[in-house]
């Protein structure tokens, strides 16, 4: 509905339910969101042509990236360590070390955050039968280098995922014969060895999976992304586990949407610990394939437990493969980055915020204008960066530059409700009272953050307005300062400036002066 004192505007792009919109030059109107930052600095940590498959991990304790690689030339599984100077962002390697002779597949590095300790785990694609290895290593941050255990064979298996269940101190690593399996593993830090108990089956045929398991840290559980589509139709479907000692418990898969996956060509979750929910990156398969999200929460436990999803938003109308992305501490965004088919197979990356299961993306930003494959974000959180893993011929790291501008200095109002492009949107302005909030601390006063997002911690874009309830804001503006009093400050270029000497009371209405006034040469006493 419209109410009296909305005012109807055109949006310019998808708008969420709630969102806090700008006035764009054209007047229409568009959600507050930045750039993806800028290209940083890129170093080469294989050379030669030769990095053809690459993944990568953060090892917290260390402050350290961990690229574990496939190298064609020499033949082998690699790992490398490198390290962010956090003064001047420029990235660091070790020498690469030998993980084993003989090309790998699936190669996938887990952090164990319990023991810290790295897991890699990989399908020796050249040996009889391809087996699948597990190995563990221990990093030295100073020397750059990781020290390994001794190759584990645990299981003949394709579409090698995994993470590390931090509230159990264990290894959780998915994989595919012709079923789709789990299997929990806990590493001894010392001997550097993990042991494994019984693999759990988590769908039963086909199943297609594409580096796509994650922990839920709040929840404590894990969530894995997979297609069962041997030929169309299929689905892409998400599966919740809650893990025992040595074992996992599955609830019943939740459908994302139609499929038609032949090869593991892009998918993943990101943790949103703001939102307490993960962003949920895939594409169909299904022409044209745009790149798409949604956001997803979990729940429940044990055989129940489960995800809820919102709707999927389309972040590129281009079609795209390998859609990586990681969560930055620092500006509460996700950064994620693709291959896209569209424009040449070109790296690109997107921010995105997100506004309970609503999400506001950035302006595709192309940061390799060549083809580009297996693209890994990490997020430094000693650094405060985003590193970047692809290949491109060599095997890269770039260092994402900075955060991006913001469009928040522009904003006008709240929207009323959801509007796709194109289509008219009553927006509450000042003096309007938003009532489409969810979560708002009541007497609180709340301020637009560079990505959109509301908070109550001050921020230079100013107040958006005051909490009523935990589902209304009263939006009053930048102008409105809180507290009993408001002070109005002007200097000579009319900007704003910090003077008392004319201050509302706004309890009672009253116009005070610090000094006398004189209003045409007439002079009121401030006694």
């Known amino acids: ?26 007047g229409t109107v568009s959600v507050i969101s930045g750039t993806a930052g800028t290209p940083g600095t890129t170093v080469v940590f294989s050379g030669a042509d030769n990095a053809d498959i ?41 020498t690469p070390v030998l993980v084993r002779s003989g090309i790998g597949h699936y190669i996938v590095p887990i952090y164990d955050d319990v023991h810290h300790r790295v897991v890699i785990a990989w399908q020796a694609f050249s040996e009889p039968t391809s087996p699948s290895y597990t190995i563990v290593g221990v990093v030295n941050a100073i020397t750059l280098s990781i020290t390994f255990g001794t190759a584990t064979l645990f299981i003949g298996a394709n579409n090698i995922c995994g993470t590390c269940d931090s509230m159990s101190g264990q290894i959780v690593i998915t994989y595919t014969d012709a079923n789709g399996w789990a299997i929990v593993g806990t590493v001894d830090p010392t001997l550097l060895t993990i042991t494994f108990g019984s693999p759990v089956m988590f769908n039963a045929g ?50 994302v949407a139609a499929s038609q996956w032949q090869e593991p060509v892009g998918g993943a979750f990101v943790y949103n610990p703001v939102t307490a929910s993960f962003l949920v990156l895939f594409n169909t398969g299904i022409a044209p394939n745009h790149g798409q999200a949604v956001v997803g929460t979990v729940s429940g436990s044990g055989a129940s437990s489960t995800i809820t999803l919102g709707t999927p938003a389309t972040y590129t109308t281009n079609s795209v493969s390998w859609a990586f992305g990681a969560y930055d501490s620092s500006v509460d965004r996700i950064l994620f980055t693709y291959s896209d088919y569209g424009n040449g197979n070109y790296g690109t990356a997107v921010s995105a915020s997100m506004f309970g299961n609503q999400i506001a993306f950035s302006t595709p930003t192309v940061y390799n204008p060549a083809s580009t494959y297996l693209m890994i974000p990490v997020y430094d959180t000693a650094a405060q960066r985003e590193v970047i893993i692809y290949t491109s011929g060599l095997g890269y790291a770039m260092i994402w530059g900075t955060s991006g501008t913001s469009s928040a200095t522009a904003w006008i109002g709240i929207a009323d409700t959801s509007a796709i492009n194109a289509a008219t949107l009553p927006v509450s302005m000042i003096g309007n009272v938003s009532s489409n909030q969810t979560g708002l601390i009541t007497g609180s006063t709340y301020y637009l ?33 809180g507290g009993l ?43």
């Open 449 to 481: 953050n560079a990505n959109g997002t509301l908070g109550t911690t001050f921020t230079s874009y100013g107040i958006i307005g005051t909490a009523i309830s935990p589902t209304e804001l009263l939006i009053t503006g930048k102008g409105s300062a």
């Open 54 to 94: 690459v993944n990568a991990v953060y090892a917290s304790d260390t402050s350290t990236v961990v690229i574990a690689y496939n190298d064609s030339t020499a033949i082998g599984v690699y790992a490398v360590v490198g390290k962010v100077d956090p003064i001047t962002h420029i990235i660091t390697f070790g």
């Open 485 to 527: 009093d408001t002070q109005i400050q002007f200097n000579n270029s009319g900007a704003f400036a910090g003077n008392t000497n004319l201050t509302v009371n706004k309890t009672t209405g009253q116009l005070i002066t610090g000094v006398d006034a004189s209003i045409n040469g007439l002079t009121i006493g401030r006694g």
């Open 1 to 26: 509905y419209t109410r009296a004192t909305d005012h109807v505007f055109v949006a310019s792009g998808t708008i969420p339910n709630g969102a806090v919109v700008g006035l764009n030059l054209d």
């Open 206 to 255: 086909f199943t297609q999976l594409s580096w796509s398991t994650a922990y839920d840290p709040v929840q404590h559980k894990i969530v894995i992304l997979y297609s069962n589509e041997p030929s169309a139709p299929g689905q892409i479907k998400i599966i919740v586990g809650d893990v025992g000692v040595g074992t996992i418990t599955f609830g019943t898969p939740v459908v």
